[in-house]
């Protein structure tokens, strides 16, 4: 498969960027000592939300929700059908999709389905057209109901880059369910990390002085700070086939692909934006680009923890002779490689996508 590959190393400041279920940073152990984890779904979160925002050359329009009905029915308008036929179509076509949560279903109310539905609004807008277009000609039939996944289909991921990349599962009708082309590991601390308590107290502004010295309000946050090492890679052979974003145009892939790449490197999960802030850049990328291979990991660089004072400089040394010798003893061949900050991000896309056709 040919393959871009992303092997970044970031220096995360006191923050609790991904909580578990009790509000700790998520953790693992790796080589037989506790690390920092990012998981792969918080960092894909974060990705998407930061190309909405920042990079509409990327075409990730899709959005994650159980409210779709809405969204339907008001294409269905556009398309023509009066708004008391289009809810009851969109109702029907939402139900087939995802199944319509029973408990929603009240008179007056929009409903919604029971799981999240990840659509494109290029994908609503063809389901939406084909139905309405079938409804006119037979304002009663819902015939309709085969042919939706087709219809969905046919009209193509033109602005559904993200759902390309990162896939989805469509339990209700499984001929949606699509394979992600981007692939992505847990992001550990390249060494030994145990998370800290940060004991906080806030001041009663009210409280009239005099009265007792005690805090308003007390309590702990979980936080730590770490090296972590984050894996992402594509694979441009299954992004680029017909289910996926085969009716783009070269220059409309390269695009994608540097609004995904600059996504991955920049978004930083929100945990605590304002109270632990923790926005910074990678402090080294090694960007790759294969013509012929499989994905491979650098974690077991860090197999043994780096230890000491300046834990980038020793992670970048201890990763770059890791990859130096897993190329030497299996024969991996790279056709291109680029590394941040030795170059900057702007070549490194460049770099990248330029063998995309």
Not at 11 to 36: Q, Y
Not at 294 to 314: K, M, T
């Amino acid at each position: 498969m040919k393959l871009i590959e992303l092997h970044i190393l970031q220096s995360f400041p006191v923050s609790c960027l991904n909580r578990d279920d009790v509000g700790a940073p998520k953790s693992a152990t790796f080589g037989g000592v506790p690390r920092a984890r990012l998981s792969s779904q918080c960092l894909k979160r974060a990705i998407r939300e930061y190309a909405q925002d920042n990079l509409p050359e990327a075409r990730f329009g899709g959005h994650r929700t159980k409210l779709i009905v809405q969204p339907l029915a008001d294409a269905l308008e556009k398309n023509g059908l009066d708004a008391l036929a289009a809810m009851e179509h969109a109702s029907n076509i939402a139900d087939k999709l995802a199944k319509l949560d029973a408990k929603s279903v009240k008179d007056g109310e929009v409903p919604q389905v029971g799981t999240l539905t990840f659509l494109a609004p290029g994908e609503l807008e063809g389901i939406a057209a084909k139905v309405a277009e079938l409804v006119k000609a037979s304002p009663k039939a819902k015939d309709y109901e085969k042919k939706l996944d087709q219809f969905a289909k046919d009209a193509g991921l033109m602005d559904g880059a993200d759902i390309a990349l990162f896939g989805r599962m469509a339990a209700s009708m499984p001929s949606l369910t699509l394979e992600g082309a981007a692939m992505f590991s847990h992001a550990l601390s390249t060494h030994k990390t145990e998370n800290d308590l940060d004991f906080f107290s806030a001041v009663d502004d009210r409280k009239p002085k005099g009265d007792d010295a005690g805090a308003g309000m007390i309590g702990t946050l979980e936080f730590n700070a770490a090296v972590y090492y984050r894996y992402a890679a594509v694979n441009l052979d299954l992004l680029f086939d017909a289910d996926h974003l085969a009716k783009l145009t070269t220059d409309e892939r390269k695009k994608v692909l540097a609004a995904f790449i600059k996504a991955t490197l920049l978004a930083v999960p929100g945990a605590r934006k304002n109270s632990m802030n923790a926005s910074v850049p990678p402090s080294f990328v090694l960007g790759i680009y294969k013509d012929a291979g499989q994905p491979v990991q650098l974690i077991n660089a860090f197999e043994a923890p780096v230890r000491g004072a300046g834990l980038v400089a020793a992670s970048r040394k201890a990763l770059e002779e890791h990859h130096a010798s897993l190329k030497t003893t299996w024969d991996i061949a790279t056709t291109e490689e680029v590394t941040v900050p030795d170059a900057p991000l702007s070549t490194l896309i460049e770099k990248l996508t330029s063998h995309v056709k």
